[in-house]
């Protein structure tokens, strides 16, 4: 850079502090710092599957970002599934259950890996695969945006086996 333009810059930039002051710049420098840097990051981090039966599998949900999320919510859509001779196509639920309140920085929880469907303990679905939209909050000082990730989700039977696979979109 040639020294007149960074005189420019010097000049500017000590007229801007003294009008702003230096508190609120930085204020805002640490604002859009945390809101760009260390915003919340939910992602499925693996699947627990707790017994042999593919219905009381878990979705071990971690926020991988540096900053807490609030008020995690899920919402599932294109949910097509068959029990027994029962078969239920293209359904859909928002704002399922009771949100999570606080999921803080490389915090996990688990959820259903079939939401909100109530079956006996025991039951074994033949095929499942549905939309995943996870929502929760940023909050920062005076500000709060809704954030979310969405993950196809899908359960792949063979024999006794079954693994659930999940891609993120």
Same mark, same amino acid.
């Not at 039951?123 to 990730?149: A, G, H, Q, S, W």
């Given at each position: 850079?040639?020294?007149?333009?960074?005189? =420019?810059?010097?000049?500017?930039?000590?007229?801007?502090?003294?009008?702003?002051?230096?508190?609120?710049?930085?204020?805002?420098? +640490? #604002?859009? *710092?945390?809101?760009?840097?260390? @915003?919340?990051?939910?992602?499925?981090?693996?699947?627990?599957?707790? *017994?042999? /039966? /593919? #219905?009381? !599998?878990?979705?071990?949900?971690?926020?991988?970002?540096? %900053?807490?999320?609030?008020?995690?919510?899920?919402?599932?859509?294109?949910? /097509?599934? *068959?029990?027994? +001779? %029962? !078969?239920? !196509?293209?359904?859909?639920?928002?704002?399922? +259950?009771?949100?999570?309140?606080?999921? $803080? $920085?490389?915090?996990?929880?688990?959820? @259903? $890996?079939? @939401?909100? &469907?109530?079956?006996? $303990?025991? *039951? /074994?679905?033949?095929?499942?695969?549905?939309?995943?939209?996870?929502?929760?909050?940023?909050?920062?000082? #005076?500000?709060?945006?809704?954030?979310?990730? %969405?993950?196809? &989700?899908?359960?792949?039977? !063979?024999?006794?086996? #079954?693994?659930? =696979?999940?891609?993120?979109?």
């Amino acid at each position: 850079m040639s020294p007149e333009i960074i005189d =420019q810059l010097l000049g500017y930039g000590s007229i801007a502090l003294q009008v702003f002051g230096a508190t609120s710049i930085l204020g805002i420098i +640490g #604002f859009l *710092t945390a809101y760009y840097a260390f @915003p919340p990051n939910i992602t499925i981090e693996e699947v627990k599957d707790k *017994t042999k /039966n /593919n #219905f009381e !599998s878990r979705l071990v949900v971690k926020n991988i970002g540096k %900053i807490p999320a609030f008020n995690i919510i899920l919402d599932f859509s294109k949910m /097509n599934f *068959t029990v027994g +001779g %029962i !078969s239920m !196509s293209d359904c859909n639920s928002t704002d399922c +259950g009771i949100p999570i309140t606080k999921l $803080a $920085a490389g915090e996990t929880t688990e959820i @259903p $890996a079939l @939401p909100h &469907i109530g079956m006996p $303990a025991g *039951t /074994n679905v033949n095929t499942c695969d549905y939309i995943l939209k996870i929502k929760y909050e940023l909050r920062l000082p #005076f500000y709060k945006t809704i954030m979310d990730k %969405i993950w196809h &989700i899908e359960l792949r039977n !063979s024999g006794d086996e #079954f693994v659930w =696979q999940v891609a993120m979109r």
